[in-house]
């Protein structure tokens, strides 16, 4: 039994480690859309300095706060999750229903985030939509989450804790 507990910790903390890697994957990748490559493609040929600058002077924001607070969240529990694992306080199924949760839960979040600076990227260069993919993909990704939650929550209910 020693030495299934042991191997059931083990996968536990790997799968803590990889949904951590992912979530804060996707919490990169949401900071560098919102504050990096959208104002990028909704003023061509403009600096990053000139596009914030532009934005400030119309009296707007790109709501650097709130989009890295959401990041860091989003991280901070994914790093909760990963701590559970590694104190072997979750089963494996556990931690993989928790990290899916997260990717699910951020797609929603991330639209909140979002909308701020998409805003003011809009009044300020009079532009609308988003430009570069990876806004997408991450809802994507979010999707695909969800569509593994499900069996992955019901085999957590299914397995019983080692």
Known sequence: MAIRRAGN??????????GFCVVAAYAQVG???LLV??????APGASLDEIRAAVE???ESLYEPVVVGWAVIGTVLAAAVLAGALARRLSVYQTLVLHLALLVLAAPSYFFASFGPGMA???TF???GSYPPWGTLLYF????AFAALVPA??????????
């Open 9 to 18: 910790s083990r996968r536990a903390a790997w799968a803590g480690l990889a």
């Open 31 to 33: 900071v560098l859309q």
């Open 37 to 42: 490559w959208e104002p990028l493609a909704a």
């Open 57 to 59: 002077q119309a009296g």
């Open 121 to 123: 990227l809009g009044d």
């Open 126 to 128: 009079v532009t609308s």
């Open 141 to 144: 990704v979010s999707l695909v």
């Open 153 to 162: 929550s019901m085999l957590a209910a299914r397995r019983p804790r080692a």
